[in-house]
T-cell receptor, first 111, second 108 residues
Framework: DSGVTQTPKHLITATGQRVTLRCSPR?????VYWYQQSLDQGLQFLIQ???????AKGNILERFSAQQFPDLHSELNLSSLELGDSALYFC??????????FGPGTRLTVL | GEDVEQSLFLSVREGDSSVINCTYT??????LYWYKQEPGAGLQLLTY?????DMKQDQRLTVLLNKKDKHLSLRIADTQTGDSAIYFC????????FGTGTRLQVFP
């Protein structure tokens, strides 16, 4: 158990819908990262937050957004969903500059 | 550019050593990591090496880093069936860039 929790574990929705994925980092970790893992794209970095502020951006679509709240939990919002958004979404947390600890992931299926 | 490559599959017999290779392109990497992903699970950090080190050993795991060739390897001694998983290397610059993953299959 990494100490990072993600909810829900599975999510099934339809094209065009909007979903919110939630992540709680390890106690004391200020940085939260979001990744997408799909068969064709592999594991891709989406975005990083540090203590509530956006720190780095990767291959995140404009339809996707994230935020980190004062209690340090983070949410990833995915809107106007397409079939190709079906993937595993991982959250990770770290003390800045050190190794990242990953949550168990949320499996999103878009039908 | 940032690119991390791994071979897709490796099959070994139980008790043998496994060597998983990785090449990366960004010479400014500060850390290089190895993660393990078991079916249906998240990524588990196995080990990491600082970019100024050549080797790191941690029980059955040995990491070798050739910075000149930008080549990283993970050796698993006495491979067990429980080691069957996908192994990802990752380089850390200002963010983590993951390789494509190597699926290790251990057969009896």
């Amino acid at each position: 158990d990494s100490g990072v929790t993600q909810t829900p574990k599975h999510l099934i929705t339809a094209t065009g819908q909007r979903v919110t994925l939630r992540c709680s980092p390890r106690s004391g970790d200020l940085s939260v990262y979001w990744y997408q893992q799909s068969l064709d794209q592999g594991l891709q970095f989406l975005i990083q937050y540090y203590n509530g502020e956006e720190r780095a951006k990767g291959n995140i679509l404009e339809r996707f957004s994230a935020q980190q709240f004062p209690d340090l939990h983070s949410e990833l919002n995915l809107s106007s969903l397409e079939l190709g958004d079906s993937a595993l979404y991982f959250c990770a947390s770290s003390v800045v500059g050190s190794e990242q600890f990953f949550g168990p992931g949320t499996r999103l299926t878009v039908l | 550019g940032e690119d991390v490559e791994q071979s897709l599959f490796l099959s070994v017999r139980e008790g043998d050593s496994s060597v998983i290779n990785c090449t990366y392109t960004d010479s400014s990497s500060t850390y290089l990591y190895w993660y393990k992903q078991e079916p249906g699970a998240g990524l588990q950090l196995l080990t990491y090496i600082f970019s100024n080190m050549d080797m790191k050993q941690d029980q059955r795991l040995t990491v070798l880093l050739n910075k000149k060739d930008k080549h990283l390897s993970l050796r698993i001694a006495d491979t067990q069936t429980g080691d069957s998983a996908i192994y990802f290397c990752a380089e850390h610059t200002d963010k983590l860039i993951f390789g494509t993953g190597t699926r290790l299959q251990v057969f009896p």
